[in-house]
């Protein structure tokens, strides 16, 4: 078999421990490490471990030939935090774990960060707070980089600082062919667009150059309450986007949903995250959303904190041991729309709350007007957004379980969810075609919703620096540019 030959000339390629086989403990505990532990359930033959850039160069030059023929597939592994099956581990194939590619620098006299493609955002936080500096990233300290940075993102700052994958100035990348280029708005730019958005489809990158800012601590934390405020919180979160003189230092969370945990409590039970990012304390513009009544005192963390602090907690409030489903959609920011949604994922949690271990919640973030406009001052994305539509509002149903068995059942209802809200949407003239890539199902396709033009674009770039298709065919996972 071509997988066998593969192995062969990898094992005599690198040493022995980057080269992780089966029947390990270090496979077992490699392969377990993902967020949701469905993609444990994909067996690759072998995890290999990259040590730095030119091990990426030499994989690529041994497996192409072979993933060319369809004769061998492999993934790419940043931090395991995409739940969406295939993403980032793979069948009969190799998975490329990047968690040794490592390296916090920073330069620019620290206008800039470079950071390996085997980081998380947390040790990234830590050493940029010794400065008084932040930078656009995950808002949990577990996340990865290329999972955000390589399709759109939404950070604690984003409000005022756009989107991630705008703050990143440059990709270090292995193209197909093993050549090694940087991806800037001076060099390769159309890759550089491309990248910004467009997910696993191009390369593999190795390095993140991201533009930092200055940043001490801001105000935030997390609010659990009762269904009865959350119709009043959905008004002030889209009155708060709409108001032409609306600041730009805060961020908002707002969601509902059910819990096992919480079920003697409240059938429903509803948490605020907020964040005003700039050092004052109980600013008055976040009063709607943390001075509802009632709710759970003992559960309130509004406080002053740092980024590392607020990343924290954040991943804290995930889980590792569950079988993890996102699935998304975009609305203009419209009250009696996202009532309608907020309404339709209610009425489907009925048969799902018997099942073992379920934690399930229905989650609005906005993609403010301010947001939206950073885009074209950061240089131009893949995203296919344009700003006079905002603001809009994601729409994000998030689900956390235990068993196999009920896979199904989950999927299936909150994709009828989600196509119920689509069709409202639609109907009342408030529908958005921008599914977000970080958060879509594997039955959506998000790089379709950026529009045909975009999507064009998106398949000339592979077309001109993948011209075989490299990371078409021999990358499963993710969402392909040609279907």
């Given amino acids: 078999m071509a997988v066998d030959e593969v192995l062969e000339a990898l094992k005599g390629t690198f ?3 980057q080269v992780v086989l089966p029947s390990t403990d270090a496979f077992t505990s490699l392969n377990t490490s993902y967020l949701s532990k469905a993609q444990a359930e994909l067996h690759p033959r072998a995890i ?19 993933a060319l023929q369809g004769s061998v597939k492999f993934a790419v592994r940043g931090a395991g935090q995409q739940p969406a099956l295939g993403c980032n581990n793979v069948d009969d194939g190799i998975t490329v774990d990047l968690r040794n590619l490592t390296g916090i620098t920073l330069k620019d006299d620290d206008a800039t960060v470079s950071i390996g493609a085997g980081e998380r955002w947390g040790e990234v936080y830590s050493k940029l707070q010794e400065k008084g500096l932040a930078v656009t990233g995950s808002r949990s300290s577990m996340g990865g980089i290329g999972g955000l940075a390589l399709s759109g ?31 800037s708005a001076n060099e390769n730019t159309d890759l550089f667009i491309s990248l910004r958005g467009g997910g696993n489809n191009f390369a593999i990158v190795t390095r993140y150059d991201m533009r930092t800012f200055k940043q001490g601590k801001f105000w935030g934390g ?10 009043s919180q959905v ?19 707002i969601g509902a949903g059910y819990s096992a945990a919480f079920a003697q409590i409240s059938d429903i039970m509803c948490m605020n995250q907020v964040y005003y990012t700039r050092e004052v304390e109980s600013p008055p513009v976040l009063d709607p959303f943390v001075n509802m009544q009632p709710q759970i005192d003992q559960m309130r963390s509004v406080r002053m904190l740092g980024l590392v602090d607020a990343a924290k907690e954040q991943a804290g409030q995930g889980s590792s041991t569950s079988r993890v489903s996102y699935i998304n959609t ?29 934690t399930t919640s229905f989650t609005l973030q906005a993609y403010p007007k301010s947001l939206l406009d950073v885009t074209k001052s950061a240089g131009g994305n893949s995203l296919g957004i344009d700003p006079s539509d905002g603001p809009l509002m994601s729409i994000l149903l998030l689900s956390f379980w235990q068993d196999k068995e009920d896979d199904d059942k989950i999927h299936t209802a909150f994709k009828g969810v989600i196509e119920a809200v689509d069709e409202d949407a639609a109907a009342r003239g408030t529908a958005v075609p921008y599914k977000y890539m970080n958060y879509a199902a594997p039955f959506q396709d998000p790089i379709n919703t950026y529009g045909k033009e ?17 990371f078409q065919k021999g990358v499963p996972g993710g969402w392909k540019l040609f279907n």
């Fill in 15 to 17: 040493p022995t421990a």
């Fill in 48 to 66: 290999f471990l990259p040590r730095d850039r030119d091990d990426v160069v030499k994989f690529i030059r041994v497996v192409g030939p072979y």
């Fill in 153 to 183: 993102g939404l950070s604690f700052f984003s409000t005022r600082e756009g989107f991630i994958t705008d703050n990143v100035t440059n990709f270090e990348v292995v193209l197909a062919s093993g050549e090694v280029v940087n991806a």
């Fill in 222 to 231: 997390a609010i659990f309450y009762f269904p009865n405020s959350f119709p």
């Fill in 235 to 253: 008004e002030a979160y889209v009155k708060e986007l709409k108001d032409p003189e609306a600041t730009n230092e805060t961020h908002i969370m």
């Fill in 330 to 358: 975009t609305v203009k920011a419209d009250v009696p729309t996202l009532m309608a949604a907020y309404e339709t994922y209610v009425n489907a949690l009925g048969p799902l709350k018997a099942i073992e271990g379920l």
């Fill in 454 to 470: 975009t999507e064009a674009k998106l398949q000339a770039t592979s077309k001109k620096y993948d011209p075989e298709g490299l």
